[in-house]
């Protein structure tokens, strides 16, 4: 099993900053790809940003050159940079692992409220 943990979130004015944390505990060997996906009120979960194993990152277009996603390797944490925000920007963010190409793991979800 691989447990997820974020923190991070909050309430912030558009334009401001906000950094996620996700800590990976558990079973942590085989992880090929991390990631945070975020769901807004009334819709679907989305791929915000990605990281496989090699360190190659992928980007919602909507993010892309405000949003930064890295690891820190000895931390076991997973971070998403988020600046510029904007009010779509809001919505509770999820922080993904997936194992061995085959289980997925979630986190519990962080609240992101960007206001006008």
């Known amino acids: 099993q691989v447990q997820l943990v974020e923190s991070g979130g909050g309430l912030v004015q558009a334009g401001g900053s906000l950094r996620l944390s996700c800590v990976v505990s558990g079973r942590i060997y085989g992880i090929n790809a991390m990631g945070w996906y975020r769901q807004a009120p009334g819709k679907q979960r989305e791929l915000v940003a990605g990281?496989?194993?090699?360190?190659?990152?992928n980007y919602a277009d909507s993010v892309k050159g405000r949003f930064t996603i890295s690891t820190d390797n000895a931390k076991n944490t997973v971070y998403l940079q988020m600046n510029s925000l904007k009010p779509e920007d809001t919505g509770v963010y999820y922080c993904?692992?997936?194992?061995?190409?085959?289980?997925?793991?979630w986190g519990q979800g962080t609240q992101v409220t960007v206001s006008s």
């Open positions: 990281i496989t194993s090699s360190g190659r990152t």
């Open positions: 993904h692992v997936q194992r061995a190409f085959t289980t997925d793991y």
